[in-house]
Nanobody, 124 residues
Framework: QVQLVESGGGEVQAGGSLRLACTAA?????????GAWFRQAPGKEREFIGR????????YIVESVRGRFTISRDTSQNTMYLQMNSLKPEDTAIYYC????????????????WGQGTQVTVSS
């Protein structure tokens, strides 16, 4: 069973930064595929933030957070990161990482494995 473990959430004041981590129990989880980050604010639908193609490290970030959020990975640690800077109260949400079972599913935006979620709270 594929396991993704998230860490790094917490409470921060507006303008602050947090780095979320998503570690796969197996080195094969991200290999030859990719990962992504999502978030879900209270009363809202889950929102896609961005994704990374694991082997070559290319990323895509949605426009609404581009310039403030970046995605990276450490292949030696089987870990994907979401660096969040200049945080705003509207960034408050539960953040989830996800991975795809294959590159074709990742390319199509389908995710098969999910982390447990980590709460990020930004106070004004």
């Amino acid at each position: 069973q594929v396991q993704l473990v998230e860490s790094g959430g917490g409470e921060v004041q507006a303008g602050g930064s947090l780095r979320l981590a998503c570690t796969a129990a197996s080195e094969r989880t991200f290999e030859n595929t990719g990962g992504a980050w999502f978030r879900q604010a209270p009363g809202k639908e889950r929102e896609f933030i961005g994704r990374i193609r694991w082997n070559i490290g290319t990323t895509y970030i949605v426009e609404s957070v581009r310039g403030r959020f970046t995605i990276s990975r450490d292949t030696s640690q089987n870990t994907m990161y979401l660096q969040m800077n200049s945080l705003k109260p509207e960034d408050t949400a539960i953040y989830y990482c996800a991975a795809s079972a294959s590159i074709s599913r990742w390319s199509g935006g389908s995710y098969d494995y999910w982390g447990q979620g980590t709460q990020v709270t930004v106070s004004s």
